[in-house]
């Protein structure tokens, strides 16, 4: 029934690919000729070229037989000389089935990509392929553009991989600063709900970089992100503490909030809330609230402090409360 259907929609609308597919796959459960299958999976992948899935049940009536898929990719090639599907799917064939033939499956993703530059698939697969050939620079602009030209949630796998390729990669240090940062506008941009890359951006800017502007507007990118969480919200402070001085007011409202989400709300707290109740001492210290630093220190030297399920002791905040102690009694 599924067959007549599809075959009365032909009739109608000759040039449907989404008509000649399913029709191919109705005639696959009925066990029509191979040759058959072949001609209509290859008309439906003519017909939709932006498509992938043609092409996986075409290849898919030859699971096991390396030569006839690409042949059968070739075809489409030959008859489509502009198909970025196929590409990719020779690519595929050729990385994954032996004999192994990587100059190859490069040679035609790189074919892929000149076609259309803007495909995120193509891009990444290109990534993937020259992931840890030693270039690491190429590597991060191909996983760069794959994110870019992607839509937003749909590299998240990719995106972990560029974050990871940032800080931990042996090199990373030598990567551009200009690519650095266009990788990590991407991920940002991209995952609008994901604090950790603009942190762990922010995190880059400043202690590796130096350059305290680009840490904020990663680090602001992180709050935005996620603005109920106390590790960014303190991060974020801590840039306008310790590094922009000229708004140095702007860090308590955060750190305010960071002991809100814990002492008012029920957060459980972690090392942001730890850590912003350490950097409350500093603020109130130069602010001269010699009686709220103590205050904070004492907050800060809690048992229940513990970071990984470790004490995590701050000696920091007791020398400002030491520091604050001896204002106090000069005073007096």
Same mark, same amino acid.
């Given at each position: 029934?599924?067959? #007549? /259907? ?23 459960? @009925? ?16 017909? !939709? ?9 075409? !290849? ?8 006839? $898929?690409?042949?059968? #990719?070739? /075809?489409? +090639? ?16 050729? $990385? ?9 499956? @490069?040679? +035609? ?31 991060? @602009? ?19 991989? !560029? ?10 240090? *030598? ?11 991407? +991920? ?7 604090? $950790? ?8 800017? $400043? ?6 502007? *680009?840490?904020? &507007?990663?680090?602001? %990118?992180? +709050?935005?992100? %996620? ?20 708004? *140095? ?7 305010? *909030? ?18 912003? #109740? ?25 048992? &229940? ?13 007791? /020398?400002? &409360? ?5 204002? @106090?009694?000069?005073?007096?």
């Amino acid at each position: 029934a599924a067959d #007549l /259907q599809y075959t009365k929609a032909l009739e109608i609308a000759p040039e449907s690919g989404l008509a000649r597919l399913n029709q191919t796959v109705a005639r696959q459960w @009925l066990r029509v000729p191979l040759a058959t299958l072949e001609k209509g999976y290859l008309e439906a992948v003519r017909l !939709l070229p932006d498509q992938d899935r043609p092409i996986a049940l075409l !290849l898919s009536l030859h699971p096991r037989d390396r030569a006839k $898929r690409l042949e059968l #990719l070739d /075809q489409v +090639v030959a008859a489509s000389p502009k198909a970025v599907w196929a590409r990719v799917w020779i690519a595929h064939v050729c $990385r994954n089935e032996e004999p192994i033939d990587t100059k190859r499956a @490069l040679a +035609v993703l790189r074919e892929a990509e000149t076609i259309a530059p803007g495909n995120a698939d193509v891009h990444l697969h290109i990534a993937q392929m020259i992931e840890g050939s030693g270039d690491l620079a190429a590597t991060v @602009l191909e996983y760069t553009l794959a994110v870019e030209n992607s839509a937003p949630g749909a590299m998240a796998a990719a995106s972990d991989t !560029l974050d990871r390729l940032l800080h931990t990669a042996p090199g990373n240090d *030598k990567i551009a600063l200009a690519d650095r940062e266009r990788a990590y506008d991407a +991920v940002c941009a991209k995952n609008p709900a994901v604090g $950790r890359y603009g942190n762990n951006a922010g995190f880059w800017f $400043r202690d590796a970089g130096r350059d305290y502007e *680009k840490s904020l &507007k990663y680090y602001s %990118a992180s +709050v935005k992100a %996620a603005p109920d969480d106390q590790d960014f919200l303190n991060d974020t402070a801590l840039i306008y503490l310790f590094h922009l001085a000229d708004r *140095k007011e702007a860090c308590l409202p955060m750190f305010e *909030k960071v002991l809100r989400l814990v002492e008012r709300d029920g957060q459980p707290p972690v090392r942001g809330y730890w850590d912003a #109740l350490e950097n409350l001492c500093k603020y109130w210290f130069e602010r001269g609230e010699f009686k709220k630093t103590i205050e904070y220190a004492d907050k800060r030297k809690s048992p &229940k402090a513990t970071l990984n399920g470790r004490p995590y002791p701050s000696f920091v905040a007791m /020398q400002w &409360k030491a520091r604050a102690e001896r204002e @106090l009694a000069k005073a007096k």
